[in-house]
């Protein structure tokens, strides 16, 4: 009766869903391709390479859950040289930073709909040995075709938030019957492990093993080679300071630019490079910068070498300048390249919206990484870098200006800080051989 309720009830929440699809479509250029996956409709071209043997599907919403997904692939693959994946991912930007990193033997999709037409559809077409799911992806129909087929369903990096906790407990029902076919469940701390519990889950299928976040790739030789050559053509000095907002949300922009302009009194020498989380916000940074009266230069102008035919973009006034304020990063999956080259990192999301984006990844360059209260996303990371004193958390934008305005000032601290942050990542890595290890 349960599974009667959720597909009588998602097919309605899907059609209420539907405009926001179609207007991502419109603003996001890369959203509309391939969408015919989402209804399990494939190429003949795709349809051929499932042909070619054996998969695991491996599922990962974003870019956070995908950088763990290629992360366990690698893993596994290095153990077993002969495996073959399915990669689907859920957003367009995730799917286009795949695009970039997946392996030419493995198949990318985007994700189908959890509608039980589309889904038998989908597992007659893929045929998978296996099923991974990456953090918290659970999606009834999918599970129940898995489990009625006798694919093995893991969950890897599973993480359980409040939020999601209370929705799934008023849903118990459905998730302990869920839960009840996958296995083994392996989660990321203790509290995620009790919650999945009280959610349903058979206790010998849940298995504590630490967070996969932390095995990000070591750094490559040239990380921030090209941002490097970029930030060289928009005349900023190697010796500049540089501050970096990354995977900013709506609000912080404003923020970091007030910050800004008071570091630059302070230090002449400071430079602002903004990412903005979501590529297709550039208009609207780019009106937050006219409002601040900061001169700006666009990634986009650029190509990898870091050239560019035109002189450098505008001020308020509309006239030409070559040496800009600011650099916004109007691109996707550049921020690492970025990260590599910053010197004062603040994490987006974090200090207005809430769950916050990956602290990890400056970290992984050894830069002082600053976060506003909301990182809600990273509890388990948070934990250990405040145990460190390897991040500095702040409750709003006054108490971030003046931290800032003393690390600014101190470059010993700067590098205590980063030395701290990566010695967190250093000691925690390893999950992701566990997890493998786990699932064979």
Known sequence: ??????????????????????????????????????????????????????????????????????????????????ALFVLSTTTSTGHALAGRKIDPRDVLIYFPVDLPCIIRRVFKIIRPQKLILVEGEFWPNLVRRAYKLKIPVALINGRV???????????????????AMINPILVQGRRDGERILAMGARPETVKVLGTAKYDLPAPAEDSGAVARSILNSIAVSGDSIILLGGSTW???EEVLCRIYKTLRRENPKVFLVLVPRHAERRN?????????????????????????????????????????????????????????????????????????????????????????????????????????????????????????????????????????????????????????????
């Not at 974003?62 to 992360?71: D, K, P």
């Not at 938030?161 to 839960?179: A, E, H, N, Q, V």
């Open 250 to 252: 709506p609000g912080e």
């Open 1 to 82: 009766m349960i599974w009667i309720f959720y597909n009588l009830v998602f097919p309605v929440i899907f059609l209420f869903m539907l405009p926001k699809f179609i207007t991502r479509m419109l603003r996001r250029g890369g959203y509309r391709r391939h969408f015919e996956q989402r209804f399990g409709i494939f190429g003949q071209g795709v349809k051929a390479r499932f042909a070619e043997g054996d998969h695991i599907w491996i599922h990962a919403v974003s870019v956070g859950e995908l950088f763990i997904a290629l992360r366990y692939i690698e893993e596994y693959r290095r153990l077993h040289p002969d």
């Open 284 to 440: 609207e940074v780019v009106q937050i910068l006219a409002e601040q009266n900061l001169s700006f230069a666009l990634r986009s102008q650029f190509n990898t070498a870091g050239e560019t035919s035109a002189r450098v973009h505008t001020n308020e006034a509309g006239s030409l300048i070559d040496h800009p304020e600011v650099l916004v990063v109007d691109t996707t999956g550049e921020l690492m390249d970025f990260y590599a080259i910053a010197d004062l990192v603040f994490v987006g999301k974090s200090l207005y919206s809430h769950g916050g984006q990956n602290p990890i990844e400056p970290a992984l360059f050894g830069k002082a990484v600053f976060v506003g209260p909301g990182m809600e996303n990273f509890p388990l990371v948070m934990e250990d870098f405040l145990a460190a004193g390897a991040i500095c958390q702040v409750p709003d934008a006054i108490v971030l200006e003046y931290r800032m305005k003393q690390m600014l000032a101190d470059p010993a601290a700067r590098a205590k800080l980063g030395a701290a942050a990566a010695g967190v990542i250093e000691k925690n890595r390893g999950t992701i051989t566990r997890m493998v290890a786990e699932t064979e």
């Open 161 to 179: 938030s409040d939020s999601s906790f209370k929705g799934y407990m008023l849903l118990r029902p459905l998730t302990r019957r869920l839960l």
